[in-house]
């Protein structure tokens, strides 16, 4: 039975790769994934683009184990030599958009679920939700399904992670920021020049440090991303506008590291475009996490955002496919690791179910 799932799950894969699904653009691999519930004899629900299953025998008197990947994409860059929209097996490669990220891990996901849909006397209640939106973190995504979903007690984000075990994911917090000066026109002299005045600012940002350090997740990694000022040569303009990208580490909250910055940071304003995305983690001590180490998987922490930053409960990033491959040209996943993936993910479910 798992031979033929794996199989499925890459057909079902090919077919996801040839639909268009950039976020919030998700409705025709929807239907394919419908298709599959369908085919496998599993009742569903669907709200907007994301659909979502629990096991047969649910209880609510169990906790609750959610499976979740998503089914939309990233646009595909300029360096692309192959058709991103066509699924291409070469020397067990299988090539396309989105075949790494995450479309390896959502099927090898759903035919997991599927394996163990009917299966009696279960220690965890599953539920399952192919989301989307998880790229840009958009309002309908895995974020829109936790009220609709049963209580989780704790997820397994499918991202590619090599399935080894990603045990913290950092948050992100987003910050919109000013420099000030005095406008003037450029042939007088003017001692309040926002460009200059920003010299100093860039130099906090980058010599700053953040006290509380992770074992897991290392540091706060903070950092300039964007400088916008000025309209015309002639003109020095009065302010400058920063975008400071920072990646949080499971020692803060994102309202800690805004209150940092709006304390200490040399701008003349600051603010954070939202909080929401925050760090996220699961104890070393979960039987998951032992029961992937005593299947010979490390762990590690990552720096990546998913869907993660949206639970609250502990979680999981598990995955086939590898993480450098996201959201690069000619994308891909090797045929063996979405093979590996299945016979993983069912290993490690076995042991704790």
């Known amino acids: 039975m798992i031979e033929k799932l794996t199989q499925e799950a890459i057909a079902l894969l090919k077919q996801l790769i040839e639909t268009q699904s950039f976020s919030s653009e998700e409705d025709h691999t929807a239907l394919l994934i419908e298709n599959w519930f369908t085919t496998h004899h599993v009742p569903f629900k669907r709200n907007n683009h994301n659909i979502w299953a629990t096991n047969k025998y649910f209880d609510e008197s169990k906790p609750t184990l959610l499976l979740n990947s998503h089914h939309d994409t990233v646009k595909p860059n300029n360096g692309y030599t192959k058709d991103p929209f066509k699924a291409i097996v070469e020397d067990g490669k299988l090539y396309g958009l989105g075949s790494n990220d995450a479309g390896g891990c959502l099927v090898s996901l759903i035919a997991t679920f599927t394996y163990f849909y009917d299966r009696k006397d279960l220690n ?3 539920v399952i939700v192919a989301s ?17 979903i049963p209580k989780i007690d704790v997820a397994i984000v499918g991202e590619p992670t090599l399935m080894n075990l990603a045990i913290a994911e950092k948050g992100l917090v987003v ?21 200059y005045n920003t010299i100093e600012v860039l130099k906090w940002f980058q010599e700053y440090k953040f006290e509380r350090k992770s074992p897991v997740l290392g540091d706060v990694k903070m950092t300039v991303t964007q400088i916008n000022a000025g309209k015309q040569h002639n003109a020095v303009p009065a302010e400058v506008d920063l975008v400071i990208d920072v990646r949080v580490n499971d020692k803060y909250s994102n309202q800690e590291i805004a209150d940092i910055l709006s304390q200490k940071s040399p701008c003349s304003s600051i603010t954070a475009r ?7 983690s699961i104890s070393s001590s979960h039987e998951l996490v032992k029961a992937g180490i005593a299947l010979g998987r490390e762990t590690y922490g990552s720096p990546t955002l998913s869907d993660q930053s949206v639970l609250t409960c ?8 590898d993480s450098t491959r996201s959201h690069t040209a000619d994308e891909f996943i090797y045929l063996a690791e979405i093979e590996e993936g299945v016979d993983l993910y069912i290993k490690l479910l076995e042991k704790v179910l």
Do not use: C, W
């Open 274 to 280: 939202s909080l929401r995305l925050n760090s996220s």
């Open 124 to 126: 965890y209640n599953l």
């Open 132 to 148: 989307a939106e998880e790229e840009s973190s958009g309002p309908n995504g895995l974020n829109s399904m936790l009220p609709i």
């Open 314 to 321: 502990q979680s999981l990033k598990l995955g086939p496919g």
């Open 175 to 195: 910050f919109d920021a000013k420099v000030k000066g005095t406008a003037s026109h450029a042939a007088h002299p003017n001692n309040d020049n926002a460009i």
